[in-house]
């Protein structure tokens, strides 16, 4: 590839690109606006608690989300902060998302876990963290509503690691919890940092010790917290693990911060380090090896579709992460699937629904383009050699309904949104034989809700859905003679290839051992397209 351009080599050092990731009501939305109040990117940091609230989430931007005060799609989003510049991938945290979560952290440098203290690692929260370990890429976790009582931190240690297999480190260490909170003791730079009830911690106050032990911290907090910290200190000092930046980087310890994000507590000082620590863009991986994200060589590749963000203008935006080099707006580029040149005119920066033109970015930015219909999710864009990124991961849906439109005039509208719809990710299609019937796979049930609503809103179609009780999507692999026996069996995803459905753990293990001589794919990463 290139060779690197010194010029360029700062802006891309400077770059921290990271998702959040979290289960339902731990904290995620007010974490993002807290990190967004601190960058300057907005003005107050709101709340959305619900249907009645008339303030929404900055990150928030459909319709459907304003009203129920939950995320339902990946935002991206950008602001300076003390000699960085910062992309956050917004991750809906609502039990019922879609496999736009998962593909959304295929862009990410990083991830950040927010677990509430109370209700510790949780289902969701398992599944995003999957995703982050089958990529490698280093997390940060931040135990948030430490004003509130909940679990003792050293059994959510032992949760992160029983669960979610992954070591920890405390950097700051709880001083009491709920109505006992009085701040946290950080371990790295010896200080404790206090906190007051009924306040946002505007002005951080910190004052230094000579560790843990040091009696001006019983004149603080008192003298049994102060105890009760020394205890727990020389414990983890003794039983911890210890801290190693190489492991942090390869996604095997995380930094685990303890704070209040509500109150503000925490969420400053999370981010001072978090940017000290975290990975500024690394090398990805394609079809020519590792690419150089300091490469002169301009690369992305489009990680995510969004139509209609904004209704007056019914428009496509294409998200592009970019890998290596430095875009310029107006630049010409190779689109590697159609293998053709096209021009980027026009591209934006986001903060939800508001979008600016950007003349410049650099590896690690995430930037929209304005999608005629030419990009789907995965596709390469570059300058110079012709090369591919590696696929994105697919995950196979586990609720299925069988659709149909409630009005045959407006058939065309419901084959242009369902299409649209499917190439966003926010569905999977797959088709019956002989009778073409439509049956569409979600990774989150509230996906249905979303799709007939946006259906409805953008297209102007109403349709009729039917649960089916299928829960597991397998694509197939094998000689055409074999797949032949079994194809009355099966239907077909939006490329032709056949894939069986069923209903139970049980049903897929007596269809592999019936039919040995085929492969059962848990998802259509690297199987060809039977038509084009």
């Keep these: 590839m290139s060779q690197s351009n010194p010029q360029w080599e700062n802006e891309i050092a400077k770059r921290r690109t990271f998702a959040i990731i979290s289960h339902p009501d731990a904290g995620k939305t007010t974490m993002t606006e807290k990190l967004l109040y601190y960058g300057g990117a907005?003005?107050?940091?709101?709340?959305?608690?619900?249907?009645?609230?008339?303030?929404?989430?900055?990150?928030?931007?459909?319709?459907?989300?304003?009203?129920?005060?939950?995320?339902?799609?990946?935002?991206?989003?950008?602001?300076?902060?003390?000699?960085?510049?910062?992309?956050?991938?917004?991750?809906?945290?609502?039990?019922?998302?879609?496999?736009?979560?998962?593909?959304?952290?295929?862009?990410?440098?990083?991830?950040?876990?927010?677990?509430?203290?109370?209700?510790?690692?949780?289902?969701?929260?398992?599944?995003?963290?999957?995703?982050?370990?089958?990529?490698?890429?280093?997390?940060?976790?931040?135990?948030?509503?430490?004003?509130?009582?909940?679990?003792?931190?050293?059994?959510?240690?032992?949760?992160?690691?029983?669960?979610?297999?992954?070591?920890?480190?405390?950097?700051?260490?709880?001083?009491?919890?709920?109505?006992?909170?009085?701040?946290?003791?950080?371990?790295?730079?010896?200080?404790?940092?206090?906190?007051?009830?009924?306040?946002?911690?505007?002005?951080?106050?910190?004052?230094?010790?000579?560790?843990?032990?040091?009696?001006l911290i019983g004149e603080r907090v008192g003298q049994e917290l102060w105890q009760q910290l020394q205890d727990e200190i020389s414990l983890l000092d003794v039983a911890g693990d210890e801290y190693d930046p190489e492991l942090i980087n390869k996604g095997q310890l995380t930094p685990v911060f303890f704070g209040s994000?509500?109150?503000?507590?925490?969420?400053?000082?999370?981010?001072?380090?978090?940017?000290?620590?975290?990975?500024?863009?690394?090398?990805?991986?394609?079809?020519?090896?590792?690419?150089?994200?300091?490469?002169?060589?301009?690369?992305?590749?489009?990680?995510?579709?969004?139509?209609?963000?904004?209704?007056?203008?019914?428009?496509?935006?294409?998200?592009?992460?970019?890998?290596?080099?430095?875009?310029?707006?107006?630049?010409?580029?190779?689109?590697?699937?159609?293998?053709?040149?096209?021009?980027?005119?026009?591209?934006?920066?986001f903060m939800a629904q508001d979008r600016e033109i950007v003349d410049e970015s650099f590896a690690g930015d995430v930037i929209g383009l304005f999608d005629p219909g030419i990009f789907q999710i995965g596709d390469t864009l570059c300058v110079g050699k012709s090369f591919e990124y590696e696929e994105m991961p697919h995950f196979s849906p586990e609720f299925f309904s069988k659709v149909m439109v409630k009005d045959a005039m407006k058939h065309k509208q419901f084959q242009k949104g369902i299409m649209q719809l499917t190439e966003e990710g926010t569905v999977q299609l797959f088709r019956t034989h002989p009778m073409e019937e439509l049956i569409l796979g979600v990774v989150g049930v509230l996906q249905f809700e979303v799709l007939e609503y946006r259906l409805k809103s953008e297209y102007g179609v109403d349709i009729m859905l039917t649960r089916m009780p299928y829960q597991i999507a397998r694509w197939l692999e094998g000689e055409k003679a074999d797949l032949d026996v079994v194809k009355n069996r099966t239907v077909s995803d939006r490329y032709g290839r056949p894939v069986m459905l069923f209903e139970s753990e049980y049903q897929l293990r007596v269809a592999m051992d019936k039919y040995s001589n085929i492969k059962f794919h848990e998802s259509s990463l690297g199987l060809k397209s039977v038509h084009s």
């Design 261 to 349: 994000a509500i109150n503000n507590f925490g969420v400053q000082t999370f981010l001072d380090n978090f940017l000290q620590m975290a990975p500024a863009p690394s090398a990805k991986k394609s079809t020519e090896g590792l690419i150089d994200p300091y490469s002169n060589a301009f690369s992305g590749f489009i990680f995510k579709i969004q139509a209609n963000m904004n209704p007056a203008h019914r428009d496509r935006i294409a998200f592009l992460r970019i890998c290596s080099g430095k875009f310029e707006r107006g630049m010409s580029v190779k689109h590697v699937r159609l293998g053709k040149d096209i021009k980027l005119a026009q591209p934006v920066q």
């Design 42 to 215: 907005i003005r107050e940091a709101g709340m959305v608690k619900g249907r009645k609230n008339s303030k929404h989430a900055t990150s928030d931007w459909m319709e459907i989300e304003k009203k129920r005060g939950i995320s339902v799609t990946s935002s991206a989003m950008d602001f300076e902060y003390n000699g960085h510049h910062i992309n956050i991938l917004d991750t809906p945290g609502h039990q019922d998302f879609s496999e736009d979560t998962y593909r959304t952290l295929t862009a990410a440098d990083a991830a950040v876990m927010i677990i509430d203290v109370a209700k510790g690692v949780e289902a969701q929260t398992i599944k995003l963290f999957k995703v982050c370990r089958m990529r490698g890429i280093p997390i940060f976790t931040f135990v948030n509503k430490l004003d509130r009582h909940g679990k003792d931190p050293f059994e959510l240690l032992e949760e992160i690691e029983r669960v979610l297999g992954i070591r920890s480190y405390p950097m700051n260490w709880p001083i009491g919890m709920g109505s006992y909170f009085s701040g946290v003791f950080d371990r790295m730079k010896s200080r404790v940092e206090m906190y007051q009830s009924n306040t946002q911690h505007e002005d951080i106050s910190f004052f230094p010790v000579e560790g843990a032990e040091d009696p």
